[in-house]
């Protein structure tokens, strides 16, 4: 299975009131964002539509509460479904593998809206955010992967570190990517000491340890959704994906690609 990236930056224009008010009724238009290369180059959804000819995963960035960033997702979602119809998939860091079933259920028609939304725990903006994307899906025929794992179980790393996860049980076990997984690279690591350096200078100075245990929570999320990404993919299988992470502008951090090998 070929893996190619393509890296582009949003930068988004709406005031900070907006940005809190994600649940009303926002009209994008595009004079509200902007688009660049990794280069820094302008660029465009053109540009992105024609990177993503080449890929068989995209990752979109967003700040969760951001009406821009999910009318992007939305944009991409379509593009991507009317080029490639039932291989694509959508993943969501929202929803935590130990609902997967349940995501399943509403997919099959087999419960009601009401019950998958208080089975499935969705964020407090899934239903003007979130619940597009999935009814999208829905209505077209293909997969959405709940792809984080359990928050008690990345807490748990957070804690005491990701040796704890080896006294789970079976059960517990399976809503984890298969354990052990490998150190982050070492862009990854720096990248991530750049952030946290940046926004908790002052937790860090007081406790390594503590920022230790949480680089070790960070990775094991990018682990869970990568190894959640390629169990829906299958070996030698393309499959095409979108996914909202991360709390920094809408830029990829390498964490979601390292797993994946160089050059791949």
């Known amino acids: 299975m070929r893996l190619s990236a393509s890296f582009f930056a949003l930068v988004f224009f709406l005031s900070s009131a907006l940005n809190v008010v994600a649940q009303e009724s926002v009209v994008i238009t595009e004079g509200d964002y902007r688009i ?4 820094g180059q302008p660029a465009t959804l053109d540009d992105i539509r024609e990177a993503m000819g080449a890929a068989d995963v ?23 479904y009317s080029t490639h119809g039932s291989a694509a998939a959508l993943s969501l860091e929202m929803f935590s593998r130990d609902v997967q079933y349940i995501v399943d259920e509403y997919l099959n028609d087999l419960i009601s809206e009401s019950h998958f939304q208080l089975s499935s725990s969705p964020w407090s903006n899934y239903e003007t955010d979130y619940k ?21 179980y990345s807490n748990m790393v957070t804690r005491m570190g990701r040796g704890a ?5 079976d059960q517990a076990l ?26 908790m200078a002052e937790m860090m100075a007081a406790s390594q340890e503590t920022s230790a245990k949480m ?10 959704m990568e190894h959640g990404e ?16 991360g709390e920094h502008e809408c830029e990829m951090m390498e964490g979601e690609g390292h797993e994946m090998g160089e050059g791949e």
């Not at 660049?36 to 280069?39: A, H, I, P, Q």
């Not at 996860?165 to 049980?169: E, F, T």
């Not at 680089?215 to 869970?224: A, F, G, P, Y």
């Open 174 to 199: 399976s809503y984890v990517a298969p354990q052990p997984y490998g150190a982050p690279s070492a862009a990854y690591k720096a990248q991530w000491d750049a952030v946290m350096a940046e926004a």
């Open 58 to 80: 995209v990752f979109v960035g967003e700040l969760h509460n951001d009406p821009v960033s999910h009318y992007i997702e939305q944009v991409v979602l379509k593009d991507w």
């Open 36 to 39: 660049y290369t990794s280069e």
């Open 165 to 169: 996860l080896n006294g789970l049980s």
């Open 230 to 245: 390629g169990h829906e993919m299958g070996e030698g299988h393309s499959c095409d994906m979108m996914e909202g992470e």
């Open 132 to 152: 597009p994307l999935v009814e999208f899906a829905k209505a077209n025929g293909f997969p959405v992967i709940a792809a984080n794992a359990p928050r008690r």
């Open 215 to 224: 680089d070790d929570e960070s990775h094991e999320m990018n682990h869970e």
